[in-house]
């Protein structure tokens, strides 16, 4: 991987309540991988066990139930999450849950990226704003309109 043309790399955690996973996204995020819109770097899930404890997933005991096909996630690992990332993780994990664990690279900012950086610019700031907040605060502008 070239550092210099890389995208900006981001990260996901998904919690499943009830470890209850339907796979109704998997074809979503092929098809952004698919079209090179992203490139995944890291796919891991875990479970919360009653007692706390955080715990490794096989992908193939997602699949056992026949509904789910992860074999195409099968190695991806670029070493980028360790344990450290796993204990932070499960910190916001309720018990009994799952998550799935996703760093990709935004490859579709990558021009951009390198751009921004061949002339001098370096972020300084990132953020996202969850949509649960944007709805909220909509909602709050509505009620003062």
Do not use: C, H
């Not at 670029?78 to 204990?87: H, M």
């Not at 605060?137 to 009620?143: F, I, K, M, P, V």
């Amino acid at each position: 991987m070239d550092i210099g043309e890389t995208g900006p790399i981001d990260y996901l955690v998904i919690e499943f309540p009830q470890s209850r996973m339907t796979g109704e996204g998997l074809p979503l995020l092929v098809d952004l991988v698919d079209r090179g819109v992203i490139r995944i770097l890291d796919l891991l899930f875990v479970r919360k066990e009653p007692d706390g404890s955080v715990v490794g997933v096989e992908l193939a005991e997602l699949t056992g139930d026949g509904r789910l096909d992860l074999s195409v996630f099968d190695g991806v690992s670029s070493g980028l999450l360790g344990q450290a990332e796993i204990d932070d993780v499960s910190g916001v994990l309720e018990a009994g849950s799952s998550a799935g664990i996703l760093v990709y690279e935004n490859v579709w900012a990558a021009p951009l990226a390198a751009a921004l950086r061949r002339g001098g610019g370096r972020l300084v700031a990132s953020g996202r704003i969850p949509v649960q907040e944007i709805l909220a605060a909509l909602d709050a502008a509505e009620t003062k309109a």
